[in-house]
């Protein structure tokens, strides 16, 4: 169990501050405080988003691996990702730190039959890219440091249009 302080540490501290007058500190494991954290995070979230989904009229694309070489080699890949980008900023798109359903609403070709089209709309989209690669493009496009994310929930369907719809679970 890991303590704030070292067991040699907290005895000197604790000879100082008896004599400062202040009060001895209470030793909680880590993991116990940043559930406590946690905890008040995602009560005050949901208490402050609207439960109403939010639907972006953008396409998802797939984080790309990125290299130097990228700043002005103009890899499609790379291309397609920095305008999904751009169309996040520009749209203001909202991801909240948790609690948040992202669906990703994958279009359809162009070369399926209106039969098949009826028959997928809505269904598991179980092609790639892969939904983990679809929410980092989506959490690094809104974000530039998105480690302050700890609960999100990500699922792809099949649509006539792309989009991306986000809704707030309480």
């Known amino acids: 169990m890991k303590r704030f302080f070292s067991e040699k540490n907290l005895l000197e501290y604790q000879k ?5 007058g202040f009060q001895q500190p209470k030793h909680v ?34 984080k790309p691996r990125q290299t130097q070489s990228d700043k002005w080699n103009k890899r499609p890949a790379v291309l ?20 948040a359903h992202v669906t990703f609403v994958m279009p359809m070709p162009e070369s399926w039959k209106p039969e098949k089209k009826s028959e997928f709309d809505g269904k598991p989209h179980q092609q790639k890219p892969d939904w983990d690669n679809l929410g980092k493009a989506l959490c690094d496009a809104i974000y530039g440091e998105d480690s302050h994310i700890w609960d999100c929930r990500v699922t792809k369907i099949w649509g006539y249009v792309g989009k991306i719809v986000i809704k707030t679970e309480k």
Do not use: M
Request: contains cysteine.
């Open 16 to 20: 100082k501050s008896a004599s400062w």
């Open 29 to 62: 494991p880590v993991k116990q405080a940043q559930t406590h954290i946690q905890a008040k995070r995602f009560s005050v979230a949901s208490d402050n988003y609207d439960s109403q989904p939010r639907e972006y009229p953008i396409t998802g694309v797939p």
């Open 80 to 99: 397609r990702y920095r305008a999904f980008a751009d169309d996040v900023k520009r749209l203001k798109v909202f991801l909240p730190e948790c609690a």
